[in-house]
């Protein structure tokens, strides 16, 4: 069964009104594609990001652990989260606030089997990082309850 729409009309489409931050870096790491999730999570428009650095949305304290494992998957072609093994980290909005993102890549090659690129696929889960630390933060208090010598 074909597709009742143009299968490029399709990909792109999904690509851009995906409710998930689809993001495209070159191989220098600057943002080559931003779609409308991306706005969403980050807060930046489209024409604010394209040929910025990826550090727009990297932590200061988290950079060169970022781009250290940006060259090495340039450089070697793999990656653990290509597979499907998701990464969590945070990442920085337009004003300045922390968000919690998991993603996971996708290496973009040519005809040389040389990486070019990679996109990203990335979702914001602050409110459930949040709600996790609360439930801990509760947790450890009852245990402190639970054994202090009053009990």
């Known amino acids: 069964m074909s597709l009742p729409i143009d299968i490029d009309q399709f990909c792109l489409t999904l690509v851009r009104e995906a409710p998930d931050a689809i993001i495209f870096a070159d191989a220098e790491g600057v943002i080559r594609f931003w779609n409308r999730g991306a706005e969403r999570i980050f807060g930046f428009a489209e024409a604010e990001v394209l040929g910025q650095s990826l550090d727009m949305i990297i932590p200061d304290n988290l ?3 970022h781009w250290a494992g ?3 998957t340039m450089r070697s072609g793999s990656t653990r989260y290509g597979s499907g093994e998701i990464l969590a980290v945070p ?7 922390r968000v919690s993102i998991e993603f996971t890549i996708l290496p973009f090659r040519d005809s040389h089997a040389r990486i070019i690129g990679i996109a990203a696929m990335l979702r914001d889960v602050t409110a459930r990082f949040e709600e996790i630390r609360t439930l801990r933060r509760q947790l450890a208090q ?3 309850d639970e054994n202090s010598p009053s009990n």
């Open 70 to 72: 940006f060259s090495a």
């Open 91 to 97: 990442a920085l909005r337009k004003d300045g606030r």
């Open 142 to 144: 009852r245990s402190r």
């Open 63 to 65: 950079r060169v652990r």
